[in-house]
């Protein structure tokens, strides 16, 4: 199959609406596009983020809300969205599953891959009846490493099981795999979007043979969702080259730790720690192992530090650009803040707009002017599109 590495985004840095709607873990649905007031504010957030040069936004469909009951779905929530993307001439990238479930699904159940490839079936033919030859870029399921640890090992949220990681992961992933033939059975040219964490996971100081060993095992084990899509592991699951096409990383200021204590490492690495790695290798990393376009799909930090880590990710993306990697966008998410998903009183402070609670309706909008400062002098040094830096180009896996 010949995939086009011709840069699909109409802007290099993106804006993320935080768009969960999974099961958090007490048992309760949270629904990030309500709570956060992006619903309500549509319009409003998205002429927000254009003063920013932000054309391309990360949003969701909300699998929960669209399918109440098996294989019949309400799109008119998805619809109304897409009516104001083209409106205000905003490029949207949609999760069809960003860590929520309908009601009677989770990943270990015997009809989820199958039920997944049939929404995603339906949300492409959806799309295309009304936008025929626009582009389309989609993310299956959004950070299957994360999400399995979770529901599997972590009982945070779906199925809420111990020592089940691999299971779910190996669930998540059927269905991943299924849903991107689904939607190529209705479009062929569909773009596939991978949004998966990008750490680096480091023994101890003074560590044995052994700890060092597990500690690579580890870190190399964060790559297992994307090996399993590309059929290098599990090739049961029908995997292929074929479906590596653009390939998103999740970078925190915590993505960074050691193995086993999880004492992580500090961004700055004031203490000039040697195991720290700066960003731009670890994007190296991924993209050597790969061979296809990147983007870094999730940053962000929390507080007062979020200008400082701006500048930070700025220069590392683009040193990794200097180097001629097909660094495609960076996504600053949340773009407007949100709450913790087990403690909705708390939140992060993490967007480049806070969320005023204060008064009736939604949260108003509060600019948190240092960090959009940093945003336009990171501007500055990163193109808007990656294609003004390097010709285009076919690969064929």
């Not at 949609?94 to 159940?109: E, R, T, V």
């Not at 790969?290 to 870094?296: D, E, S």
Request: proline share 7%.
């Amino acid at each position: 199959m010949l995939l086009s590495s011709e840069n699909p985004f109409q802007s290099f840095w993106w804006a993320g609406f935080e768009c969960t709607d999974q099961m958090n873990c007490f048992g309760n649905r949270v629904d990030f596009l309500q709570i956060t007031g992006h619903s309500d504010l549509l319009d409003h957030d998205y002429e927000l983020i254009k003063e920013f040069n932000l054309h391309t936004v990360r949003e969701g469909i909300r699998w929960s809300q669209v399918e109440k009951r098996a294989y019949q779905y309400d799109w008119s929530t998805v619809q109304h969205m897409l009516e104001r993307g083209r409106a205000h001439g905003i490029q949207q990238v949609w999760d069809i599953c960003h860590f929520g479930y309908p009601d009677d699904l989770h990943p270990l159940h015997p009809m989820f891959a199958r039920r997944f490839a049939a929404v995603c079936r339906a949300f492409v033919t959806m799309y295309r009846d009304r936008f025929p030859d626009e582009p389309l870029i989609v993310t299956p399921i959004n950070e299957v490493s994360f999400i399995s640890w979770l529901g599997g090992d972590a009982r945070g949220t779906q199925p809420y099981t111990t020592k089940q990681g691999w299971e779910v992961k190996y669930g998540l992933m059927r269905a991943y795999i299924e849903g991107i033939a689904a939607m190529r059975e209705v479009d062929p040219s569909v773009r596939i979007l991978t949004t998966e964490p990008l750490v680096s996971m480091v023994p101890p100081h003074n560590a044995s043979r052994k700890q060092i060993r597990d500690a690579a095992e580890s870190h190399n084990n964060q790559f297992q969702s994307v090996d399993i899509l590309a059929g290098r592991l599990c090739p049961e699951l029908g995997g292929s080259e074929a479906n590596l096409d653009i390939l998103g990383f999740n970078y925190y200021y915590n993505n960074q730790w050691v193995v086993p204590t999880f004492e992580f490492l500090p961004w700055l690495n004031e203490g000039n720690d040697h195991r720290w790695r700066p960003l731009r290798s670890l994007l190296l990393e991924a993209y050597g192992r790969y061979k296809r376009p990147i983007a870094l799909t999730e940053t962000s930090h929390p507080g007062i530090d979020r200008p400082g880590w701006m500048r930070f990710v700025a220069n590392e993306c683009a040193a990794t650009l200097a180097q001629g990697i097909p660094l495609w966008g960076i996504c600053l998410y949340p773009i407007v803040d949100r709450p913790d998903w087990d403690n909705l009183v708390n939140w992060h402070h993490s967007g480049l707009w806070d969320a005023d609670l204060t008064g009736d309706g939604p949260p108003r909008r509060v600019l948190y002017e240092p960090y959009a400062e940093a945003l336009l002098e990171a501007q500055t040094t990163t193109p808007r599109t990656f294609s003004s830096l390097v010709p285009s180009r076919s690969y064929s896996p």
